[in-house]
């Protein structure tokens, strides 16, 4: 292959969004991944990641939710291929918890569309939710869920139409600048060379951004999917994706669309993990029961029969926000890191950004809040 102009490590959600944008853009690119195309090893697989706009871990993050909207759609126009299910999302929790005033202060600075819920109006209408009388719920009409598999795939497929070529079962070792361009060394004894690099390593940030200074912690999290023989879970009955703020954490889940019935997971808590590669893939024994006590409590009709399991990575950030910006040692490397659990709802747009930065070194998205900036110029940055 002639020498790409850009390469982009890591093709999980968001390196296979920016592969997208920057063969969309004409550029020579070539992809380089670890692991096969959609793979279940690190955080964008599991089916399904729920998307929102109303957010409550920052205003900020709303206008480029919005853009994410967009260019999702437009993804499915490209592949033909539904990936977003707008069936709405139902948050509920004390009025004071994070949840609902971050959704309210979101919702009121951008305007975006609630329904405010009391107890009395939130039983009618999700027959399966038990919930307390002092509880409130907030529905987002536009909410809804991601296929993430597909999602990653049509992403990819889009890139290689548009001429991308990838490289998978390759473990990019290090990169190095030089004079002319940027050097990717990969476990093979390959070598590699572009005049741009985008950087999207997931829980393998620390591999190829410890110089940052910025400490990433990587968690381990559970999905669970179980059986339904009630109808009020169903999304074809009505029930959407939802969200709960209780005393022991924060839970989400999604309807029950196929065979395998309602998923849910805690957002909340984690274990945390020093190698990526060799993480256990078994059920946790407390994970289980804080589940099962969540659905217990407030979904109470779920079944008892797990259908599956599965595990995925957080990367945390010390403050929980993400990491997009230039590398401070070569500006002509972008990268994104410490999405800390929320965000693949933006990988689409998150794409845009780093091919944006690369490319032309600047973005005109709302992205300067998320800038390496913020923990250079605070005196100490690890958790």
């Known amino acids: 292959m002639a020498q790409p102009e850009v390469i982009v490590l890591g093709l999980g959600g968001v390196g296979s969004a920016a592969l997208h944008h920057v063969a969309s853009r004409g550029k020579r690119v070539l992809g380089i991944d670890r692991f096969p195309d959609g793979h279940d090893r690190g955080s964008s697989h599991g089916q399904t990641r729920v998307i929102r706009q109303a957010y409550f871990e920052h205003p900020d993050y709303v206008p480029l939710l919005r853009e994410a909207y967009r260019w999702w759609h437009r993804l499915e126009a490209t592949v033909d291929e539904r990936l977003f299910h707008q069936v ?7 009025p004071e918890g994070v949840v609902i005033s971050g ?66 079962d390759r473990q990019a070792v290090g990169w190095e600048s030089t004079p002319t361009g940027v050097v990717v060394r990969t476990d093979g004894g390959e070598t590699f060379c572009a005049d741009r690099l985008i950087l ?16 990433l912690r990587v968690l381990r999290k559970h999905l669970h999917w179980y059986a339904v023989d009630d109808s009020a ?10 969200m709960f703020e209780v005393p022991e954490g924060i839970f989400y889940g999604f309807p029950a669309f196929d065979s395998l019935g309602l998923k849910v997971a805690e957002h909340t808590g984690g274990e945390r993990i020093d190698d990526p590669l060799n993480v256990s893939r078994s059920p946790d024994p407390e994970d289980d029961r804080r589940v099962r006590d969540f659905l217990d409590c407030y979904l109470p009709y779920v079944g008892t029969e797990r259908t599956r399991h599965a595990t995925c990575l957080y990367t945390m950030s010390p403050d929980e926000h993400f990491l997009l910006d230039r590398h401070p040692r070569d500006e002509r490397v972008a990268f994104a890191a410490g999405l800390s659990g929320h965000g693949f ?9 780093l091919a944006d930065l690369a490319i032309d070194g600047g973005s005109e998205l709302p992205i300067d809040f998320l800038s390496l900036r913020r923990f250079q110029d605070r005196s100490a940055v690890n958790v």
Request: glycine share 12%.
């Open 88 to 94: 709405g999302l139902l948050q509920v929790g004390s």
């Open 345 to 353: 709802k933006f990988a689409s747009v998150l794409g845009q950004a």
């Open 200 to 215: 999207a390593p997931g829980a393998w940030a620390g591999d190829l951004l410890g110089d940052l200074g910025v400490q």
């Open 233 to 242: 879970y169903q999304q074809a009955n009505g029930f959407s994706t939802f």
């Open 103 to 168: 959704v309210r202060q979101a919702a009121q600075t951008h305007g975006v569309e609630i329904e405010e819920l009391d107890a009395d109006a939130i039983r009618p209408r999700f027959p399966g939710v038990a919930v307390g009388a002092d509880d409130v719920g907030l529905f987002e009409p536009q909410a809804g869920y991601l296929m993430v598999e597909r999602c990653v795939h049509a992403h990819l497929r889009a890139a290689r139409q548009a001429g991308a070529q990838t490289l998978t």
